[in-house]
């Protein structure tokens, strides 16, 4: 979930009409140019409430506050601008209160949507847990979130219901096996995507682990890269399928062959989804492992100086990349940032989608690894306590989660495979690669965010058990992505169906929930953003339907090989 509204809009306040001429000639007036709010080009006055807040109060600090304070005191002691702001350097948004429906969600004030209780984001670099560390998250969901767990399409583990009292406690309990939240969400790196099958996949090109483990322990949590224009998204992959959506990421690295110096990475800058989808570019170089973590601060330092911060919308570093190309992009980074050239480098080989993992596959050790899908990402916490057991009980005690809301059980010798995917299956947790489960993605949606206009997670689950009992398996998978509202946390634009959640009129006329239709999306081979076709719109109520009879004239009519 990025329940942070991105851009809403973009379009600049309408040309004003010329004013008549003035009866005398006035002398004209030297102005300063308003700028973009770009720190290196001098721009460093506080620009928008948000720069103000950053400027107040380093967001790191309030961490201490919630320890020394508002865990003692309570919701009502908690300063609105930490409330707002600055607690989501440590993974914590309010969540909405229950009852309010979509239609209010534009009209009310936030602190009428904020409920007492806070979503917290666990961040899982790469996305690598250890059975015990699952065990944990689960304990703490049971504990002090009322069961919720949802896995999110960045890997992380949200938990919903969780009081600001629990909070250094939750902290505790997950610093002691080497898990925190800190800059899971606001204006800073947020977790580190990484392959879900890093230093295991018999084709793997690269093991991407050093570099994520790199970037972690230098950079996160640290005051010079903890106020950034906005959120600022990595992914790192060396996998051949490119399994972290590294078209949509801020930064990317992707694993590729130098035909001189032989595995690295080639880097892209600038991709984002939201109201204005960028898919990133290559900035054409190539680069060792070792360097990656100060390649990636550079990066991280030209959009902190030059990103620009006047206007949220306009904050995230893909505007930046559109405007300069990747041509000066890599200038400045090179001259400015690295102080050195970087060397050139051939693109990757396009996957023909993005690989998600799901089923049982080989490792390189001749061990299996599964992939499970959940529905929609959702799990709970006796579900994870039962299946860190699980994995242990089968000898496994690596786990991964997915970009693509699934988790991976590793380590598992392939006489124990069967009685793991069989145990997987009684917890609702599927390793069928024909499930249509495996291509339904939804975002949290209003049972917790304070943006959505309508229901997801329950949604994509009826739609699951929906397809998966009148359609069965599918010969080319379709992807199904959900999002309650304008913004992308589903990444809808990118998904075969893309369901943007709003009001639409129902049988009698009246607005009932309901989604926007964009069709046609894709990652890898496909990359490019669905089209909102005019007036496409389906209710909740038909969207199986809808998406039956699409799947169906989609399954006949197609040509061969077409996705
Ligand atoms: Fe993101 Fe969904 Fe919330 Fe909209 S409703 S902000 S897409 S989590």
């Known amino acids: 979930m990025n329940v942070e509204p991105e851009a809403t809009s973009t379009v600049d306040a309408p040309a004003r009409p010329a004013r008549p001429a003035a009866a005398a000639p006035r002398t004209p007036r030297t102005r300063k140019p308003r700028g973009e709010g770009q720190w290196a080009l001098g721009y460093r006055e506080p620009l928008n409430p948000n720069e103000q807040s950053k ?63 806070f979503m917290l984001r666990v961040r899982i670099d790469g996305g690598a847990l250890t059975s015990e560390q699952l065990r944990v998250i689960g304990q703490i969901s049971v504990d002090f979130a009322r069961g919720t767990a949802d896995i999110t399409d960045r890997q992380n583990v949200q938990l919903h219901w969780i009081r600001v009292e629990d909070v250094p406690e939750i902290w505790r309990r997950l610093e002691a096996v080497g898990l925190d939240t800190t800059e899971a969400c606001g204006d800073c790196p947020r977790v580190v995507l990484g392959s879900p099958v890093a230093g295991i996949a018999a084709d793997e090109i690269i093991d991407p682990t050093p570099a994520i483990r790199e970037i972690r322990d230098r950079f996160v949590g640290d005051p010079q890269y903890a106020n950034l224009p906005r959120k600022f998204k990595t992914a790192i992959t060396g996998h051949p399928l490119q399994d972290v959506v590294p078209e949509i990421n801020d930064i990317a690295f992707v694993g590729v062959e130098h035909p001189e110096h032989g595995p690295g990475f080639d880097v892209w800058v600038g991709g984002g989804l939201s109201t204005n989808p960028m898919l990133a570019q290559r900035l054409g170089a190539w680069v060792p492992r070792e360097e990656v973590a100060e390649v990636w601060a550079g990066v991280c330092g030209v959009f902190r100086d030059y990103g620009y911060r006047r206007l949220r919308t306009r904050a995230r570093i893909k505007f930046l990349v559109a405007d300069w190309g990747p041509e000066k992009f890599r200038e400045v980074l090179e001259n400015e940032y690295l102080h050195r050239p970087m060397l050139d480098g051939p693109a990757p080989a396009t996957p023909e989608r993005p690989g998600d993992h799901v089923g049982v596959n080989e490792q390189k050790d001749g061990n299996l690894f599964v992939g499970l899908a959940a529905k929609a990402g959702r799990v709970d916490g006796q579900r994870l306590l039962a299946l860190a057991d699980l994995a242990e009980a089968h000898g496994s005690y690596r786990l991964r989660t997915t970009p693509m809301q699934k988790i991976l059980v590793l380590d598992v010798a392939p006489d124990q495979v069967d009685s793991l995917v069989a145990g997987a299956e009684a917890l609702d947790l599927s390793a069928r690669p024909d499930a249509w489960r495996r291509s339904v993605m939804a975002c949290t949606g209003i049972e917790f965010c304070k943006l959505a206009i309508v229901e ?32 992308s946390c589903a990444r809808i634009q990118t998904a075969d169906i893309g369901l943007k959640g709003q009001l639409v009129p129902g049988p009698a006329g009246d607005p009932v929930e309901g989604f926007q239709v964009h069709l046609g999306g894709g990652l890898g081979m496909d990359a490019g953003f669905g089209r909102k076709l005019r007036g496409h719109k389906v209710t909740a109520a038909e969207l199986p339907d809808y998406v039956e009879r699409l799947a169906k004239s989609f399954t006949a009519e197609r040509q061969e090989g077409e996705r």
């Not at 997670?457 to 359609?471: F, P």
Request: hydrophobic share 30%.
């Open 55 to 117: 400027k107040d109060d380093n967001p790191l600090n309030v961490r201490a506050r919630i320890e020394n304070i508002y865990a003692h005191g309570g919701f009502a002691s908690i300063d609105p601008g930490d409330l707002r702001g600055r607690f989501r350097w440590y993974g914590l948004y309010t969540q909405r209160k229950p009852g309010i429906d979509g239609g209010k969600t534009a009209t009310l004030e936030p602190h009428e949507l904020d409920d007492e209780y």
């Open 456 to 487: 997801t997670k329950a949604q994509a689950a009826r739609l699951v058990d929906e397809l998966e009992s009148r359609l069965g398996a599918m010969e080319s998978p379709i992807t199904v992505h959900l999002n309650g509202c304008p913004n």
